[in-house]
């Protein structure tokens, strides 16, 4: 009877020895795995961030560039474009049509 609880007890060992082995295997991967989603995930922010900068400057520029626009489409800026290149605004040349 010894011999029989002596193996069971070795073959126990052994399955424990293993089990463990392997625990130990997959917290080291998940360890690892969870390590480099960590920074891959930490680039991909700083990447985001840096995007929205861009995104920002370049509204900032859209916007400038729409202000400008209007400055040079208002009316008093075209007379005076028209009046330095000899141009006049005759209202008495406009008709009206009317389709009745």
């Known amino acids: 009877m010894k011999k029989n609880k002596k193996n069971n007890v070795?073959?126990?060992q052994k399955f424990e020895k293993k089990y463990t082995i392997i625990g130990t295997c997959i917290l080291l991967c998940l360890w690892v795995f969870s390590f480099f989603t960590k920074?891959?995930?930490?680039?991909i922010n700083i990447e985001v961030e840096r995007l929205n900068n861009e995104v920002s400057k370049q509204e900032k520029t859209n916007q400038s560039l729409v202000m400008k626009i209007n400055e040079l489409a208002s009316l008093e800026n075209i007379q005076a474009v028209?009046?330095?290149e000899g141009l006049a605004y005759n209202n008495g040349n406009i008709v009206?049509?009317?389709n009745q």
């Open 10 to 12: 070795a073959k126990l």
């Open 96 to 98: 009206i049509v009317n």
């Open 39 to 43: 920074i891959s995930l930490s680039s």
């Open 82 to 84: 028209a009046n330095s």
